[in-house]
């Protein structure tokens, strides 16, 4: 199953972008559930395992990607959920490393190719569950143990 969950978090309304990307998605075999704007991440998580997503895919422009993708991954821990998280966007360099320190498997920046996201996306539900992470800035930069 390649069913993936994306959603708008915070007062970020510009969703051109993550429409662009559910529709890539599609193209590429995925089924793809686009909750729209301003989504809870209380929300996203309901959605996300009532739909039996194999991913969810998170976006936010306007800043607190990091701190919502965090709430995120703590939502899914607190109802036992293995489902990986993706985040794109825009936020502190400092609030994205906490990010990825806490579990989002990748981070797509302004300009990252599309097919780097499938790529992401496809690699997070293959069945290792193994991300493979996308080069960042040295300051977002996944640290591995």
Request: hydrophobic content about 40%; charged content about 20%.
């Amino acid at each position: 199953m390649k069913r993936i969950v994306l959603a708008k978090l915070g007062l970020d309304g510009h969703d051109v972008g993550v429409r662009l990307i559910g529709k890539h998605l599609m193209e590429n075999g995925f089924e793809v559930i686009y909750l729209g704007k301003r989504v809870s991440t209380n929300l996203i998580v309901q959605a996300a395992l009532q739909e039996d997503a194999a991913a969810i895919g998170l976006s936010c422009l306007s800043g607190g990607l990091g701190y919502f993708a965090t709430r995120t991954l703590d939502s899914l821990n607190e109802q036992g959920a293995d489902i990986p998280v993706l985040a794109g966007g825009i936020d502190e360099p400092a609030e994205l490393e906490k990010m990825l320190q806490a579990g989002v498997g990748a981070y797509f920046g302004p300009g990252t190719p599309i097919e780097d996201i499938v790529r992401a996306f496809e690699d997070a539900i293959a069945d290792d569950c193994s991300v493979t992470p996308l080069p960042q800035p040295a300051s977002t930069r996944r640290r591995t143990p």
